[in-house]
């Protein structure tokens, strides 16, 4: 299936996602904050990397800051998996390349919790033309460019209005699985 990097200081956390994710049959590797992960940035880049944000040495937004700054033609997604409750500018802050969504570990459910990393990794890896600054073409699929002054949906759809107010970005354990639709080839790689 797919090879994924866990970033989460919390041991148990790490280990957590460590054994569903193998088995539901991924390889993964993990990093305990955000400094040990940016040596896994030097090889084969992981198809997703499921990162917390608050850690110590070197949190998420500064381990996202490094990904845009030097490898931003690489194709990176990162699928945010935090405790944190949101704020608008941590939405900001998350509502571009590479995040491809944010899962809620407050609410954290073990099947639902592997849907949504399925469902990320169908996701495109790589900038699309609307990131890039003063363009306001049409994104792929014909979906209307983002405003500017709303944040970027994950384009993780889960069918429900978002879990907590104002965060286009969570998933809650109590939404509906998230099921492929004709079209878009079916099975995640």
Known sequence: MARILVVDDEPDVRELFNITLKMAGHTTETAKDGMEALDFLNGDLPDLILLDLMMPR??????LTHIREKLEDKPVRVLVATAKVLEDADNE???SWPVVGVLNKGELDISAMVIVIS?????????????????TEVL?????????????????????SPSIAGDPFSFRSSDPPIQPTEGDGGTPK
Do not use: C, H, Y
């Open 58 to 63: 070197l949190d998420g937004f500064g381990f």
């Open 119 to 135: 469902t990320a990794l169908t996701k495109e890896p790589v900038k699309s033309i609307a990131e890039e600054p003063g363009v």
């Open 93 to 95: 802050r998350l509502a």
């Open 140 to 160: 792929k699929d014909s979906e209307p460019a983002p405003s500017s002054s709303a944040p970027q949906s994950s384009g993780i759809n889960t069918g429900k």
